[in-house]
């Protein structure tokens, strides 16, 4: 049973350690979500975010610019972590079961 807990521990300690990579990922991206705002018959990029109860928009680029489609790669980026993330959270919870002896 030592043995199995061993490898049980090993998985532990490597979610952990995801999981941290996974909110530094995250921390190190745009948060909110985009928003294309017409104006004069052009369209422009923005970033919607709440800040204190409020919800903000923030100017990214014209929608067809280099830098439109670099936040639109980041925001996807942040998305995909964020669903990484909850997994790993969920495995940790069944792992932590394991550990303490209770059933899963």
């Known amino acids: 049973m030592s043995y199995l807990k061993n490898i049980i521990q090993e998985e532990y300690e490597r979610l952990k350690a995801l999981s941290e990579k996974y909110r530094a990922e995250i921390g190190s ?3 909110g979500s985009l928003s294309v705002k017409k104006r004069n018959q052009k369209e422009y990029l923005y970033l919607a975010y709440r800040q204190k109860g409020k919800i ?3 100017y990214v680029a014209p929608a067809d610019s280099e830098r439109a489609e670099t936040t639109i790669r ?3 980026l942040r ?7 909850k997994q790993v ?7 932590e ?8």
Request: proline share 3%; hydrophobic share 30%; glycine share 4%.
């Open 79 to 85: 998305k995909k972590y964020e669903n990484k993330l």
């Open 89 to 95: 959270k969920t495995d940790l919870r069944e792992i």
């Open 97 to 104: 079961k394991v550990l303490h002896g209770r059933k899963i």
């Open 56 to 58: 903000r928009f923030e």
């Open 29 to 31: 991206l745009p948060k």
């Open 74 to 76: 980041d925001i996807k």
